[in-house]
């Protein structure tokens, strides 16, 4: 991480491929409610519209009508991943990043239009 505010930039690969380790995010209190957990993304590519959104977890009991955030669309399927165990191939690559076991894997992949 760059800053005092948890963000990270990186660059995918030459087929837009990604990706990184990092801790499960917390919730945070809005007002009397708690936020699902979430990772916010702001996605660029040259001749690309730029996305940015935010990608949430499957099983948070803070999604959707329960997030205190009208406007964080937390409800979308299409931004709640599902939280999975890593395969075989997950480790071996995971290994190659960190030294520290990694139980949980999802994945993203943000669509972008020209
Ligand atoms: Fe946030």
Redesign the pocket.
Known sequence: YYDDRCRVQFTADQQGAFSFVTTMPGKYKLGYYY?PA?I?YRVTAHGYREVVT?QYFSHDTSLGVNDPCDTCNSGSPELILDVRAPTADDLLQIAQLVSFPVNKVVEFNPVMSH
Do not use: I, M, N, S
């Open positions: 936020r979430h916010h935010q």
